[in-house]
Nanobody, 115 residues
Framework: QVQLVESGGGLVQPGGSLRLSCAAS????????MGWYRQAPGKERELVAE???????SSADSVKGRFTISRDNGKYTVYLLMNSLKLEDTAVYYC?????????WGQGTQVTVSS
């Protein structure tokens, strides 16, 4: 059974930092591209950042220079380090794993940026 379990969300003030983690099980982690998505109330889910099998990364323009995605294949975990958080970063953050013919999602973790 495949599981993606996110953690690390919470309430933070503007300008603060959080690190999200997504622990995977039931897949050969190193074969999957991993990504972080987010969905704010009333908005569509959007890609935040992704990291491929070879470690290459991409991110949305709105988070460039502030958020960093990384992965630890030995721990079957992908991380999202979020710095300089803004009010508009408030959303539920989801982890996604995908490879040819397979896609899995986590249950999400809430990130709230508020003063």
């Amino acid at each position: 059974q495949v599981q993606l379990v996110e953690s690390g969300g919470g309430l933070v003030q503007p300008g603060g930092s959080l690190r999200l983690s997504c622990a995977a099980s039931g897949i050969i982690f190193s074969l999957y591209t991993m990504g972080w998505y987010r969905q704010a109330p009333g908005k569509e889910r959007e890609l935040v950042a992704e990291i491929a099998r070879d470690g290459s990364r991409s991110s949305a323009d709105s988070v460039k220079g502030r958020f960093t995605i990384s992965r630890d294949n030995g721990k079957y975990t992908v991380y999202l380090l979020m710095n300089s958080l803004k009010l508009e970063d408030t959303a539920v953050y989801y982890c996604r794993a995908w490879a040819a013919g397979a896609e899995y999602w986590g249950q999400g973790t809430q990130v709230t940026v508020s003063s």
